[in-house]
Nanobody, 116 residues
Framework: QVQLVESGGGLVQPGGSLRLSCAAS????????MGWYRQAPGKQRELVAH???????NYADSVKGRFTIPRDNAENTMYLQMNSLRPEDTADYYC??????????WGQGTQVTVSS
């Protein structure tokens, strides 16, 4: 089992920055991919970005050039650095971890609101 705990959400003005954190614990050595998803009101959950165990990253077109997904292996923590935030980035953000052949895990979510 893997436990994921997100933090760092909140209210930010358009153009501002915010950093989300996802702390992983439990059977983390089997994790192959970690990522961030988001779900806006009335919309489906969508991939924001992910990073593989080898460090390869992938970003949704809507966040390329604005978001990055650094990680701290020593602290078993993944981040989502969000810059140049827009109102359309408003959503609940979820941390996700996949252990191939074992399962997929989700955090509880953290709310991000971009508004003036």
């Amino acid at each position: 089992q893997v436990q994921l705990v997100e933090s760092g959400g909140g209210l930010v003005q358009p153009g501002g920055s915010l950093r989300l954190s996802c702390a992983a614990s439990g059977s983390i050595f089997g994790i192959n991919v970690m990522g961030w998803y988001r779900q806006a009101p009335g919309k489906q959950r969508e991939l924001v970005a992910h990073i593989t165990s080898r460090g390869a990253t992938n970003y949704a077109d809507s966040v390329k050039g604005r978001f990055t997904i650094p990680r701290d292996n020593a602290e078993n923590t993944m981040y989502l650095q969000m810059n140049s935030l827009r109102p359309e980035d408003t959503a609940d953000y979820y941390c996700n971890a996949i252990a191939v052949g074992v399962g997929q895990y989700w955090g509880q979510g953290t709310q991000v609101t971009v508004s003036s």
